[in-house]
């Protein structure tokens, strides 16, 4: 019987001399207690040394992975097929089954051979002669190294450290630039206030400065590589005119190194925002198409690294950046917030402002999948985010057309709608509203009541009485009527004034007595 034994530094078949000790599985390792004993029971018969790590990593993760290596089937090749009658002792037994499919030798796999290989390790150093225990375990030790990063995933393209100093330092550069420019045009605007008004743009005023210095310079100065032909013009014609203050020479000197520093500073932050680029699309190329380089590395930033951002569910990245407002919201019961960071990218900030709630949710959860795909993936491809960003565009088109549509219990036919009928009320012209006269009285209306009543009380149930239909009044019975009304009132009044002198004489004559009697007293 042969045995395959892999180390850190090659692969050493040994031949068993004494088959019959390997019955005893339990008193096996009493045969492995010294150098001697165990070369009574094996016997090295060739050893296949790794040239480097790397072919030492390749060896190792095709084990692993249960795969036959180059180096392996060469050394497979050499010695076990001229012995093929011998049968091949292995650790692993999905190993044993693809050599056997591919080379035709016969694997062996059991708690013995277990054991068998846990013996020979004990004693790997006398056994395997021609290798230094120094340099095996060097060798081991930088196997385990690599081999840890290869089960890692570790690459240095993967550090997202680089990343969040990345956009820390671009965030940096724009408030510095912001700075600078300002004090620029500040400073140059004493000189020449009109160019400031003309030159929008901030690279191409701070070129300009540079190049004119003093503005009694602008006639012969060629500002077509910088400005085009029309802003030349309005700017040797402001020139002419500018009622700005005179500078020396001094003065001129420090403002272009100023401007120097501008445009070394504005050149260098459009290095570092290709570096920010190519290195989002590297380390987590789903979550940069999904919401861009610059909101997906700020998203990286604030959660400390892309494992930490993997780690936290969609609706924390949905609201990451807006700490402050939420905890706020919280306190005094209002409505939280309804995005963050994720506010910038480019998919919420093309809706309009009542859809930017539900697109901003969308997109969260895209990202985190995103965000868990590009950290715990094993594909670096962006697919997976192309393919969701195109559904979050077409869900986008559905919102702003307003096109969204029931979808009935099959999920295939569309539900059906009743057919719209417009229901008007017709309404009749009522005539009795036109006259402002009534027609009677408010107490002839209780008379008549009152008369109704009786008339009920007294009719039986049999007999229904018949009211005596009103006869149409004369233009006479109706002055009489107005007239009437309108004394009612009248007669009101007088009485209420009788009743007020009333109580004042009363009041006038007990005054007279209480008079009367202080004054008999």
């Given at each position: 019987?042969?045995?395959?034994?892999?180390?850190?530094a090659?692969?050493?078949i040994?031949?068993?001399l004494?088959?019959?000790?390997?019955?005893?599985?339990?008193?096996?390792?009493?045969?492995?207690?010294?150098p001697?004993k165990?070369?009574?029971?094996?016997?090295?018969?060739?050893f296949?040394?790794f040239?480097?790590?790397t072919?030492?990593l390749a060896?190792a993760?095709?084990?692993?992975?249960?795969k036959?290596?180059?180096?392996?089937?060469?050394v497979l090749k050499?010695?076990?097929a001229?012995?093929?009658?011998?049968?091949l002792?292995?650790?692993?037994?999905?190993?044993?089954?693809?050599?056997?499919?591919?080379?035709d030798?016969?694997?062996?796999?059991?708690p013995?051979v277990?054991?068998?290989?846990r013996?020979?390790?004990?004693?790997?150093?006398?056994l395997?002669?021609?290798?230094?225990?120094?340099?095996i375990?060097?060798?081991?030790?930088g196997?385990?190294?690599?081999?840890?990063?290869y089960k890692?995933?570790?690459?240095?393209d993967k550090?997202?450290?680089?990343?969040?100093?990345?956009i820390?330092?671009?965030?940096?550069?724009?408030?510095?630039?912001?700075?600078?420019?300002?004090?620029?045009?500040?400073w140059?605007?004493?000189?020449?206030?009109?160019?400031?008004?003309?030159?929008?743009?901030?690279?191409?005023?701070c070129?300009?400065?540079?190049?004119?210095?003093?503005?009694?310079?602008?006639?012969g100065?060629?500002?077509?590589?910088?400005?085009p032909?029309?802003?030349?013009?309005e700017?040797k014609l402001?020139?002419e005119?500018?009622m700005?203050t005179e500078?020396?020479?001094?003065?001129?000197?420090?403002?272009?190194?100023l401007c120097?520093?501008?445009?070394?500073i504005?050149?260098?932050?459009?290095?570092?925002?290709d570096y920010?680029?190519?290195?989002?699309?590297?380390i987590?190329p789903n979550?940069?198409?999904?919401?861009?380089?610059?909101?997906?590395a700020?998203?990286?930033?604030?959660?400390?690294?892309?494992?930490?951002?993997?780690?936290?569910?969609?609706?924390?990245v949905?609201?990451?950046?807006?700490?402050?407002?939420?905890?706020r919201a919280?306190?005094?019961?209002k409505?939280?917030?309804?995005?963050?960071?994720?506010?910038?990218?480019?998919l919420v900030g093309?809706?309009?402002?009542k859809?930017?709630?539900?697109?901003?949710r969308?997109?969260?959860?895209?990202?985190?999948?995103?965000?868990?795909?590009?950290?715990?993936?094993?594909?670096?491809?962006?697919e997976?985010?192309a393919?969701?960003?195109?559904k979050?565009?077409?869900?986008?088109r559905?919102?702003?057309?307003?096109?969204?549509?029931r979808?009935?219990?099959?999920?295939k036919?569309?539900?059906?709608?009743?057919?719209?009928q417009?229901?008007s009320?017709v309404?009749?012209?009522?005539?009795?509203?036109?006259?402002?006269?009534?027609?009677?009285?408010?107490?002839?209306?209780?008379e008549?009541?009152e008369?109704?009543?009786?008339?009920?009380e007294?009719?039986t149930?049999?007999?229904?009485?018949?009211?005596?239909?009103?006869?149409?009044?004369?233009?006479?019975e109706e002055?009489?009527?107005?007239?009437?009304?309108?004394?009612?009132?009248?007669?009101?009044?007088?009485e209420?004034?009788?009743?007020?002198?009333?109580?004042?004489?009363k009041k006038?004559?007990?005054?007279?007595k209480?008079k009367?009697e202080?004054?008999?007293?």
């Open positions: 019987m042969l045995v395959l034994f892999e180390t850190a090659g692969y050493a040994f031949k068993v004494d088959e019959s000790k390997l019955q005893q599985v339990d008193n096996l390792y009493k045969e492995f207690e010294t001697e165990a070369n009574k029971i094996v016997k090295l018969k060739h296949e040394k040239q480097d790590t072919e030492a060896a993760t095709a084990l692993v992975e249960g036959i290596g180059k180096s392996l089937k060469k050499k010695v076990v001229k012995e093929a009658h011998e049968q002792a292995i650790s692993d037994a999905k190993l044993g089954g693809v050599i056997k499919d591919k080379l030798v016969s694997c062996v796999h059991s013995a277990a054991e068998l290989m013996c020979i390790r004990s004693q790997m150093e006398s395997i002669t021609g290798l230094p225990p120094r340099e375990s060097a060798m081991s030790l196997l385990a190294h690599s081999l840890s990063r890692l995933k570790f690459s240095p550090v997202d450290t680089m990343i969040v100093q990345a820390s330092l671009l965030d940096d550069l724009d408030k510095e630039l912001n700075n600078y420019i300002m004090r620029c045009r500040e140059y605007g004493w000189h020449f206030p009109e160019l400031g008004k003309v030159i929008t743009d901030n690279l191409a005023y070129k300009s400065v540079r190049k004119i210095g003093d503005r009694t310079n602008v006639a100065s060629d500002l077509s590589d910088i400005l032909e029309e802003i030349e013009a700017v402001a020139a005119i500018s700005g500078v020396s020479e001094q003065d001129i000197g420090n403002i272009r190194h120097d520093q501008v445009i070394e504005t050149d260098y932050r459009t290095q570092l925002y920010l680029k190519n290195r989002m699309m590297a987590a979550l940069t198409v999904l919401v861009g380089e610059l909101v997906g700020r998203l990286i930033s604030h959660a400390g690294s892309l494992l930490n951002l993997a780690k936290h569910p969609a609706s924390t949905q609201i990451l950046g807006a700490e402050k407002a939420l905890f919280l306190k005094t019961r409505d939280t917030p309804k995005y963050g960071l994720i506010y910038h990218a480019s093309q809706t309009t402002a859809n930017k709630g539900k697109i901003s969308m997109l969260a959860a895209k990202a985190a999948l995103a965000i868990r795909y590009d950290a715990l993936g094993e594909d670096t491809n962006a997976m985010g393919e969701n960003r195109a979050l565009e077409a869900r986008l559905q919102l702003e057309e307003k096109g969204i549509r979808i009935s219990g099959t999920g036919a569309m539900a059906k709608t009743d057919k719209y417009h229901k009320e309404r009749i012209y009522d005539p009795s509203g036109d006259s402002t006269i009534p027609s009677t009285s408010k107490k002839r209306k209780f008549e009541v008369d109704d009543e009786a008339a009920d007294t009719a149930p049999a007999v229904k009485s018949k009211k005596p239909k009103k006869e149409p009044k004369t233009e006479e002055e009489e009527a107005v007239t009437a009304e309108a004394e009612e009132p009248r007669e009101e009044e007088e209420q004034v009788a009743a007020v002198e009333t109580t004042e004489k006038k004559k007990k005054k007279k209480v009367e202080e004054e008999d007293d």
